[in-house]
């Protein structure tokens, strides 16, 4: 069985079922997606059908994601965020208005039960974002932190290459998990890359939501499949370029 973790879709569909080929998935592969789901392209219901559909046949496990926490606030109270509207919101808005409201409560539930992070057996920790707390996720004060801190991934950057965890200056932060892998940050959002390791902490953002591909890593080799450039599966849309 592989543990595979798979980035920021954004809405991308189309590139999420050729990733799901490339990597040929089968329901004994632990898949753990780390959240965004929708906003930018156009088929945000459809995506989060698909992911629905795909968790009655495989083992999933689906993180929450800053942009899913914005979709399902409006889902809920109907208030429009003008940030997130500007930020692939209002093609989400669209999407599921076309749906139709009847066909929002499993998504609602979908939404709902997403996990903060997930934390396995080997001590690695899956989370869209990040954690502040220097003694972990436990310790976080606020919950929004899991999909909104890009201070974790900044700091893995800084230490990266400089320190050791021997060092006595090694952040407490980053030593109280054998690994981290986040999204959230997209690694580049103009051109193609992939995944990237600094420190502990492995981004897997490779920038689906703008001109870069959907990713997905298998957590004990560190090999990696990726889509053509997302934004090819949408010739029409800017998506949040």
């Known amino acids: 069985m592989r543990t595979l973790v798979i980035g920021d879709i954004h809405s991308g569909l189309q590139a999420l079922k050729q990733l799901l080929k490339k990597t040929k998935v089968t329901p004994k592969d632990h898949l753990i997606f780390l959240g965004d789901y929708v906003d930018s392209w156009s088929e945000a219901f459809e995506t989060v059908t698909f992911l629905m559909q795909l968790d009655e046949t495989h083992n999933c496990t689906?993180?929450?994601?800053?942009?899913?926490?914005?979709?399902?606030?409006?889902?809920?109270?109907?208030?429009?965020?003008k940030t997130w509207l500007m930020h692939g919101g209002a093609a989400t808005k669209k999407s599921y208005e076309a749906a139709g409201k009847k066909k929002w409560d499993t998504h609602l539930a979908f939404y709902a039960r997403l996990k903060s992070y997930y934390l396995d057996k080997d001590n690695r920790l899956f989370l869209h974002a990040g954690f502040t707390n220097l003694k972990g996720i436990e310790h976080e004060?606020?919950?929004?932190?899991?999909?909104?801190?890009?201070?974790?991934?900044?700091?893995?950057?800084?230490?990266?290459?400089?320190?050791?965890?021997?060092?006595?200056?090694?952040?407490?932060?980053?030593t109280n998990y054998k690994e981290i892998f986040i999204g959230h940050t997209p690694i580049s959002k103009t051109s193609f890359c992939q995944p990237f390791n600094a420190a502990n902490v492995w981004n897997v953002d490779t920038g689906a939501a703008f001109k870069?591909?959907?990713?997905?890593?298998?957590?004990?080799?560190?090999?990696?499949?990726?889509t053509d450039a997302v934004q090819s599966f949408y010739p029409l849309e800017k998506g949040r370029n």
């Open 62 to 81: 689906f993180i929450r994601g800053n942009h899913d926490d914005l979709c399902w606030e409006w889902m809920k109270t109907g208030i429009e965020n």
């Open 141 to 174: 004060y606020f919950e929004k932190m899991f999909y909104w801190d890009r201070t974790l991934w900044e700091l893995a950057q800084t230490v990266n290459g400089r320190l050791t965890r021997e060092d006595k200056h090694y952040p407490k932060r980053l």
């Open 212 to 226: 870069g591909p959907l990713t997905a890593l298998d957590v004990n080799s560190k090999e990696f499949w990726q």
